[in-house]
């Protein structure tokens, strides 16, 4: 169990004002001002709940805020929001909203609610509540306590269910036995939380978890609702622990059986994919606009040994998305003739390794640095740093004025004179032109 050196574990009801200004800095302090200021605008009962309260406790930085308000979520996010350029986002039928400041702290404002589950791993029901029955329909203890922003008693802290002695004993614990039941996403959240925290589940808690995957409970939630906690999980620095927990545990074949690899070999394949996604983002800095998230590297590894057809399918089923789906259609089309032609390494010329590379997806970039190591890389920052951005010197519209009609041919001379353009065989438009009427007219089309 990791120890948290600056934990602080107050009674219920203490002050935790000062924590919150020591502990704060710049744009999350400001963020919470902000929240206490409207609360105490609009007479609402306002608390910092859930993951951040936990953090702040532990010593740790928070990024994002999580308030519940006890009254209308919504009018209150709407109220925050405030001035025009900051973002607020309704979702009606759970009465929750989101607001993004101007500093980028987004903040998650949920009305106080009590939930009911028709049956198991269906959305819940819900409908307002106080502040109590809310904190009771949380997930695990360390996430059930709260921290008064307003109207009154400003830093009072809430811990109705022990949070904070789990904390120092360093255990995560549902509230309720049929927490597992209600929602079977608990138990993705249960892995991530220990890895994160290098905590222990409960003697109970794992109890219960294992019952609830043996019973089949997940396969009752949607496969979206699985791919937020997959993600959340495949953005852990803790990945390797979270992934072999859900393999003692049985998650991973009830998930996926064996359609992708097993957590076991995962270590030195995600090592090396983190160092070729750090290498990929140093080579680009300040070069490209497309983000690659770390998650998604790390999921394209674990279907390495998969045929593609098969891992597109689970990637569809899990609602991957677009950057999973490019990457898998690369590897069943061009990814392996362009790795076979980065290892020819300095014979390649530039025009080969444009043909080679050009189209394919960042993600599979980085893919390619890491199995193709050295030489691949050299390759690929060529490619990345002089070619990918290369303007040709020539376009269809001077084609066109040379006669030539659209069709293949005027593509087929286009593809030829930046060919030339790439090799260095013609260094300037004027050059360009010149051997475009020169395959213009031996075609027989051009003037």
């Not at 704060?24 to 709940?49: N, Y």
């Not at 589950?117 to 106080?130: F, I, N, Q, R, S």
């Not at 620095?237 to 003692?248: F, H, N, Q, R, T």
């Not at 599979?364 to 890491?370: D, N, P």
Request: aromatic letters at 6%; charged letters at 30%.
């Amino acid at each position: 169990m990791t120890v948290y050196p600056r934990l602080h574990c107050p009674e219920p009801g203490s002050d935790l004002s000062a924590l919150i200004t020591e502990r704060l800095e710049g744009p999350a302090l400001d963020a919470v001002g902000e929240v206490s200021q409207c609360a105490m605008r609009m007479g609402i009962p306002t608390c910092l709940v859930g993951g951040p309260v936990r953090d702040l406790l532990l010593g740790k930085e928070l990024t994002d805020l999580d308030v519940v308000v006890v009254g209308d979520g919504i009018a209150f996010a709407r109220e925050l929001s405030g001035l025009a350029d900051r973002e607020m986002v309704p979702f009606s039928r759970f009465g929750t909203a989101f607001v993004v400041l101007s500093s980028g702290i987004r903040i998650d404002v949920a009305t106080a609610r009590r939930e009911s589950y028709p049956e198991a791993g269906d959305l819940p029901l819900v409908e307002p509540a106080t502040l109590e029955e809310d904190l009771r329909r949380r997930d695990f203890t360390i996430n059930a306590m709260a921290i008064r922003l307003g109207p009154d008693r400003y830093g009072s802290f809430i811990d109705l269910h022990e949070g904070c002695r789990d904390l120092r004993a360093g255990v995560i614990r549902v509230l309720h036995e049929g927490s597992f039941r209600d929602d079977p996403t608990r138990i993705l959240r249960a892995v991530r939380f220990r890895s994160r925290l290098d905590y222990e589940l409960t003697a109970e808690t794992g109890e219960l978890l294992h019952e609830a995957v043996a019973g089949g409970l997940l396969e009752e939630i949607s496969r979206e609702r699985i791919r937020e906690e997959l993600v959340l999980i495949l953005s852990e620095e803790s990945v390797i622990d979270a992934l072999a927990m859900l393999s003692d545990t049985g998650t991973w074949d009830a998930l996926f059986k064996s359609s992708v690899k097993s957590p076991e070999d995962t270590g030195e394949l995600f090592r090396q994919g983190d160092e070729a996604l750090e290498w990929y983002l140093d080579c680009t800095a300040g070069s490209r606009e497309e983000t690659v998230e770390p998650w998604v590297i790390r999921w394209l590894l674990l279907g390495a040994d998969t045929s593609p057809e098969v891992f597109a399918s689970v990637s569809d089923t899990f609602h991957m998305g677009r950057a999973v789906r490019r990457a898998v259609g690369d590897r069943a089309g061009r990814y392996g003739s362009a790795l076979e032609a980065l290892r020819a390494g300095g014979h390649l010329s530039d025009s080969v390794l444009y043909r080679s590379l050009s189209g394919l997806t960042p993600e599979s970039m980085v893919l390619l640095a890491r199995e193709g190591e050295e030489v691949a890389r050299r390759g690929v920052a060529r490619f990345l740093t002089r070619l990918v951005d290369m303007d040709p010197f020539v376009d269809g519209n001077d084609l066109r004025e040379m006669n030539v009609e659209e069709g293949p041919l005027l593509g087929e001379i286009l593809e030829a004179i930046f060919e030339a353009q790439l090799d260095g065989r013609v260094t300037d438009r004027a050059a360009a032109l010149s051997l475009a009427r020169d395959l213009a007219t031996a075609s027989g089309k051009g003037r």
